[in-house]
């Protein structure tokens, strides 16, 4: 599986953005998870996504501010990311397996992009 996130930039405080994550090759039955990873601090869990959308994880830090969402027919994961803050900056990774927390279970991960909210 290859994992290809995009949609990165630089907002301001309370904007919004979308990252997406396209996968190609052996994606049937994976979960998609999004991570993030600041400056000087350990990669961290933002949320994840079942291999049918049923069902979603996040982070308490995120928790109605994002949201994740796939289309299958597109192969794209996508964390729609709203009213952000400036702690939200970080390197934002899509990660794929069977499991995808805890860290330790993903199998693949994708190039991060970057997402820098200034206040």
């Known amino acids: 599986v290859q994992l290809q996130a995009s949609g990165g930039g630089l907002v301001q405080a309370g904007d919004s953005l979308r990252l997406s994550c396209a996968a190609s090759?052996?994606?049937?039955?994976?979960?998609v998870g999004w991570f993030r990873q600041a400056p000087g601090k350990e990669r961290e869990f933002v949320g994840a996504?079942?291999?049918?959308?049923?069902?979603?994880y996040y982070a308490d830090s995120v928790k109605g501010r994002f949201t994740i969402s796939r289309d299958n027919a597109k192969n794209t994961v996508y964390l729609q990311m709203n009213t952000l803050e400036p702690e939200d900056t970080a390197v934002y990774y899509c990660?794929?397996?069977?499991?995808?927390?805890?860290?330790?279970?993903?199998?693949?991960w994708g190039q991060g992009t970057q997402v820098t909210v200034s206040s």
């Open positions: 990660a794929a397996g069977y499991r995808v927390l805890p860290i330790t279970d993903v199998d693949y």
């Open positions: 090759g052996r994606t049937f039955g994976t979960a």
């Open positions: 996504i079942s291999w049918s959308g049923a069902t979603t």
